[in-house]
């Protein structure tokens, strides 16, 4: 199978690859996945409390490339953009943008559970 | 400058070695008679092309030429066997003992036996992935006709104790099948020294052509037959009908010559190779265990897991470089990883993050080199992306961490 260049160009330089501060009451942490199902993704984005947007986004990822991708482009994708936006984020447009076939759309359905499960964490935080 | 490729999933399939090519060629063309047509000199000269192949054969297995049954490879030799034996002995018995760390050619056969109405055992093996010689003992009933177990698996390369087997089967006068298919050639296989009475290989394992493979079946003491599962014009004893594939089987034979001729200096140099690989591999990562038995396997395979690293991703990293395989099933559908691993008793974590890596004729000690290196920054690099091993360095429990699995 062979993958697409979205795909291999977010695998071989990953964005926002990294950790942020999760006691920080700024920072909402999503950790997705099983290592007994091959993937687990952690997605973590900090919020600008005064505007409500996502100011930095990060994650790291445990799995094959087309779900390092597709969380590497979710980070990119949320970093600007305004909570109730992000929230909008579907599994389809990651799966359009990168090209992935069907047997990798669980990857998507990961990265969309990780963004919304970091925005959780972050309402959950700040009541 | 060119991409570099190496090659090292000789388990997969192997090159045609060029010398079984150049012995194949003028029976396209020159020689290309049926080996089944009796009235002209081009039916004899395919014929006694075959006959030589099939010497060939039986000399590297210590066998009898009549005992070699032409086949299109291990797959269809390892259905014959199994349903034919099914069928040929339905008399004595309908039970059949196998292990759950065969190739799918025997597995999903045995599961065919079972919807026939046949009884099949699928004995579980040892953390080493050896069968338990007791417990074989103890699957054997009244009704048992067939044991059939591999030479040599194809995932880790673990060599079962054939001789001990082939004794167990004697005693209790059942007949003893092997999927030989990744031992032939590589190894010393010869069946009637450990008392196996079928056994199935394939051309494309050792350097010959895909698509031809062969059927041991015991001519004496006992006489062994199958039913054809084949009809037709009842060639190869009536056992496997249809017209012989006489360039295949010449590349067969020549491949089974050349094995016989070379395999001792063959397999020495591809454990060193091995060996250094593993050692390259091991001592500079943390965190990797070789799966399976390392005193009882293949000389030229190993099969590596490294902890909280996605195999195929990591294949990834190199892939444009060098052919491995990986024990991760991320492109499947169930997400199961491989369940030869999963036997052996390891836990999903380890079974995702493996890597078999098989040597063969064609590599040098630079592949190795090369391999060592792109694989270990293909391992740190997926490490750096790696959340559970991020957890792990930070000394979390990650047993204890309550995955929301999906």
């Avoid at chain 1, 992935?100 to 990961?110: F, G, N």
């Avoid at chain 2, 454990?271 to 593993?278: A, F, G, P, T």
């Avoid at chain 2, 943390?286 to 399976?292: A, F, L, Q, R, V």
């Avoid at chain 2, 396997?297 to 190993?302: D, G, L, N, S």
Wanted: hydrophobic content about 40%; overall charge negative.
């Amino acid at each position: 199978m062979a993958y697409s260049e979205k795909v291999l160009d977010h695998f071989k330089n990953p964005r926002n690859v990294g950790t942020l501060d999760k006691t920080k009451k700024s920072v909402g942490t999503g950790l997705v996945g099983a290592p007994e199902c091959g993937d687990v993704m952690r997605l973590q984005i900090e919020v600008d409390e005064n505007t409500n947007t996502i100011r930095d986004a990060k994650f790291k990822t445990f799995g094959c490339g087309s779900a390092i991708a597709s969380s590497s482009l979710a980070t990119e994708w949320l970093k600007g953009k305004s909570i109730d936006d992000a929230m909008k984020i579907d599994n389809m447009d990651i799966v359009e943008e990168l090209a992935l076939p069907p047997v990798k759309i669980h990857c998507s359905v990961l990265a969309e559970d990780a963004i919304k499960s970091a925005i959780n964490d972050y309402k959950e935080k700040n009541g | 400058m060119a991409i570099r490729k190496i090659y090292l999933d000789n388990n997969s399939t192997t090159p045609c070695d060029p010398r079984v090519v150049d012995a194949m060629v003028p029976y396209f063309h020159d020689v290309f008679g049926n080996a089944a047509s009796r009235s002209h000199p081009f039916g004899w000269m395919a014929e006694e092309a075959v006959d030589y192949s099939r010497e060939q054969l039986a000399k590297l297995i210590g066998a009898d030429p009549k005992e070699i049954i032409f086949t299109s490879g291990a797959t269809e030799s390892d259905n014959l066997a199994l349903k034919g034996a099914y069928e040929m002995y339905a008399r004595k018995g309908n039970h059949i003992i196998t292990l759950e760390t065969e190739h799918k050619a025997v597995i999903d056969a045995c599961k065919r036996i079972q919807k026939m109405g046949g009884d099949v055992t699928f004995l579980p093996v040892q953390r080493d992935g050896l069968v338990d010689l007791n417990q074989l003992e103890a699957a054997i009933t009244d009704k048992t006709i067939l044991v059939s177990i591999m030479w040599a698996n194809n995932e880790t390369g673990v060599i079962q104790p054939m001789k001990e087997i082939g004794e167990i089967c004697a005693k209790h006068g059942v007949l003893f099948m092997s999927d030989a298919t990744q031992a032939v050639g590589k190894i010393p296989t010869f069946p009637k020294e450990v008392g196996i009475h079928l056994m199935a290989f394939t051309g494309h394992k050792m350097y010959g052509p895909k698509g031809v493979g062969a059927l041991f079946v015991n001519r004496k003491n006992p006489r062994v037959k199958v039913t054809a599962q084949i009809d037709g014009g009842g060639h190869e004893r009536g056992m496997r009908s249809g017209t012989l594939n006489v360039p295949g089987i010449v590349g067969l034979g020549t491949a089974a010559e050349l094995a016989r001729l070379e395999m001792e200096e063959e397999a020495k140099r591809l454990s060193v190779l091995r060996d250094k690989l593993e050692k390259g591999l091991m001592s500079q990562l943390e965190e990797c265990y070789i799966n399976g038995s390392v005193k009882h396997r293949m000389p030229h395979v190993t099969n590596i897991s490294f902890k909280h690293v996605e195999g195929e991703g990591l294949m990834m990293t190199f892939n444009q470089n060098i052919a491995v395989s990986s024990g991760s099933a991320c492109t499947s559908a169930s997400l199961e990883p491989s369940y030869v691993l999963m036997a052996l008793g390891l836990g999903d974590d380890l079974a995702h993050s493996s890597l078999r890596l098989s040597l063969g004729r064609f590599n040098k000690e630079e592949d190795v080199n090369f391999a060592i290196d792109a694989i270990a920054n293909g391992v740190n690099h997926m490490r750096d992306l790696s959340p559970i091993w991020e957890m792990y360095k930070e000394g979390v429990d990650l047993e204890s961490v309550e995955w929301a699995e999906h």
